[in-house]
Structures are given as C-alpha cells and as structure tokens.
Antibody
Framework: EIQLQESGPGLVKPSQSLSLTCSVT?????????WSWIRKFPGNKMEWMGY???????NYNPSLKSRISITRDTSKNQFFLQLNSVTTEDTATYYC????????????WGPGTMVTVSS | DIQMTQTPSSMPASLGERVTISCRAS??????LNWYQQKPDGTIKPLIY???NLQSGVPSRFSGSGSGTDYSLTISSLEPEDFAMYYC?????????FGGGTKLELK
C-alpha cells in the first residue's frame, strides 16, 4: 500500500521559509507519476502548488512561482516543499499527493500537516 | 486560470437522501474533472476521475456526470460516512484548480 506522510514545523514566522517533507512508502518516486504539494486554507479553498515528476522535472503554480521550490532525495524516497517569504496568508494545511499521470487524478494523499504563519 | 465554482457551499441532508453537488468551470474542460472527499479528520481520498469513472473501492452510490462547463456528483442514498467535504478539480489546463468545496451536513 502506498503511503505518504508530511512532516515539518507547525509554526513559521512571517518572512521566513516554510519547509516540509513528504516521505513516501510502498512506491519509489523515481518509478513514475508526479509528486505534488497541495494546500487547503482556512475557509476551505484548495490550491495546487506544484509537482516534481518521477524524472525530476518541476512545474509550479504561477501564483507561487517566485517563492516555491520542490526538490527530492531519491535515496530516502522523499520530496520537499520550500516556500519562501511566507506571510500569514500562507497559513494552511499542506498535503502531499501522488498524481496519476495515466488517469490524471490525485490518487494517494498524505494526511496533511497544519502550518501556521505567525510571529 | 480556470475557475471552478461549486454549489452549494453547504448542504444539509438526511440519511437515505439523494443529493447532487454541482461544479461549473469558467471555460470548457473536456470532461477533465475529478471529485474528492475530505473527511472531518482531514484525510482526502479520490472518488471519481475523468467525470464519471469510479475510483476502486468507492461505493456505487457515488456517480459523476457532466460535459463542457457543467459537472455534478450524485450520491444516491446517503450513508453516515458520507457526511464530509467534497471538492471538484479540473485538469484541462495547468494550474490544476479546485472548486470551493461543498460541506454535506446531517440535517
């Protein structure tokens, strides 16, 4: 069974960087698919942030393009989110998810991790 | 970006009731539309992909339909575990975008 698990600080100060890890078990991230970060804001809006593909290429939501970086550590089967210059508007629950590139949907999700941006 | 408008934003309903949630895209999305369920504990799972294809393991009381800009998710007879948030998501063009969500509540 494929499982994804987010981890990282639950509190980040404004203007700092938010860094999260997604640990994947049951599937090797270099074998296929795209590996995404998605966030859900208070008030229920959801936003796809970007992905890193199995080959290492990336694609970001233009709304975040200047602040976001998604990287990976293939030896640990993990991928990472870095979001720079955060503000209180980045307070959200962050999810990592696998995007099935054959049927084109997010087929496996992590449980989510809440990140609050506050001084 | 393609805007996805979901209606209603909340829906009180009773056990056994048939409910339909609507999702409208700001432009045609060629059936490239998925549905997800978020439980109160925050976990998210896929329900339907490519408008009407049921994800493995999802009960047959869930169904999806639509075309062009208008899509819908129907639950034929509500079970207790169906009271949750539901989201549509388009993948016609990047960035993928989600609807604003529909909260299905027990009446």
């Amino acid at each position: 069974e494929i499982q994804l698990q987010e981890s990282g600080p639950g509190l980040v100060k404004p203007s700092q960087s938010l860094s999260l890890t997604c640990s994947v078990t049951g599937y090797t991230i270099t074998s296929g698919y795209d590996w995404s970060w998605i966030r859900k804001f208070p008030g229920n809006k959801m936003e796809w942030m970007g992905y890193i593909s199995y080959s290492g290429s990336t694609n970001y939501n233009p709304s975040l393009k200047s602040r976001i970086s998604i990287t990976r550590d293939t030896s640990k089967n993990q991928f990472f989110l870095q979001l720079n210059s955060v503000t209180t508007e980045d307070t959200a629950t962050y999810y990592c998810a696998r995007f099935d590139t054959m049927d084109w949907y997010f087929d496996f999700w992590g449980p989510g991790t809440m990140v609050t941006v506050s001084s | 970006d393609i805007q996805m408008t979901q209606t209603p934003s909340s829906m009180p309903a009773s056990l056994g009731e048939r409910v339909t949630i609507s999702c409208r895209a700001s432009q045609g999305i060629s059936n490239y539309l998925n549905w997800y369920q978020q439980k109160p504990d925050g976990t998210i799972k896929p329900l339907i992909y490519y408008t009407s294809n049921l994800q493995s393991g999802v009960p047959s009381r869930f169904s999806g339909s639509g075309s062009g800009t208008d899509y819908s998710l129907t639950i034929s007879s509500l079970e207790p575990e169906d009271f949750a948030m539901y989201y549509c998501q388009q993948y016609d063009s990047s960035p993928w975008t989600f609807g604003g969500g529909t909260k299905l509540e027990l009446k």
